[in-house]
């Protein structure tokens, strides 16, 4: 079964307006997740590292400000796409390492497409 | 900057068919490399590999990883048609870097 859950699955909003994904570790606990964005024919881009208890590292390129993430407990982060524009429309993918040790193998979550019209 | 190629970017090949994916990686701070399919949404664990040479086996699914010349196949014998997928390689440390990958459509 899943052991990375993601909500939505899927979500259609307008320009403008904002838009929470959650990514859950089921059984688990995640003191680190990883956000990636995946745009068709595409590779998967990592975006951001959201550390439990402290701010999330984004990539280069990423804007923070327009991509809030928040790591509030050990199985839960979300990332917030504020004022959602078309451009943003993509799928957007979570992981997290399963054990806490360095090479534990990435776990992901079943992404969520995100559609701004 | 760090990156990750895979090649062929797509492969047709027919029921019963052996496939080799490659993988090549450079990429700072490298501890493993990791092999997923992905199907329809999120991408399934396939092998992790972190020492050179030592083959990992799971059914048809073999992966071998070569940190000399900075490579890795993926080989799946006795394709099927359930094996079509994009396989994904991503390496690093805590942060993976992927590449592009594979799409893999076996035909009956």
């Known amino acids: 079964g899943a052991v990375v859950s993601q909500h939505p699955s899927w979500v259609i909003c307008k320009s403008g307006t904002s838009v929470k994904i959650e990514c859950r570790s089921l059984?688990?606990?995640?003191?680190?997740m990883f956000w990636y964005r995946q745009f068709p024919k595409q590779s998967l881009m990592l975006m951001a590292t959201?550390?439990?208890?402290?701010?999330?590292?984004?990539e280069q390129g990423v804007e923070k400000d327009k991509f809030l993430i928040n790591h509030a407990s050990l199985t839960l982060s979300t990332l917030t796409v504020t004022s959602a524009h078309p451009e943003d429309s993509s799928f957007y993918i979570c992981?997290?390492?399963?054990?806490?040790?360095?090479?534990?193998?990435?776990?992901f979550g079943n992404g969520t497409r995100l559609t701004v019209t | 900057e760090d990156k990750v190629v895979q090649s062929p970017l797509s492969l047709v090949v027919h029921e019963g068919d052996t496939v080799t994916l490659n993988c090549s990686y450079e990429?700072?701070?490298?501890?493993?490399l990791l092999w997923y399919k992905q199907e329809k949404k999120a991408p399934t664990f396939l092998f992790m590999l972190t020492s050179s040479g030592i083959e990992k086996k799971s059914g048809r699914l073999s992966s071998i990883l070569d940190k000399k010349e900075l490579f890795s196949i993926l080989n799946i014998t006795a394709t099927q048609t359930g094996d079509s997928a994009v396989y994904l390689c991503g390496g690093g440390s805590e942060k993976l870097v992927f590449g592009k990958g594979t799409k893999l459509t076996v035909n009956p």
């Open positions: 959201s550390n439990e208890g402290s701010k999330a590292t984004y």
């Open positions: 992981s997290a390492p399963l054990f806490s040790t360095d090479n534990s193998p990435l776990h």
């Open positions: 059984d688990f606990q995640a003191t680190t």
């Open positions: 990429v700072t701070n490298f501890r493993s």
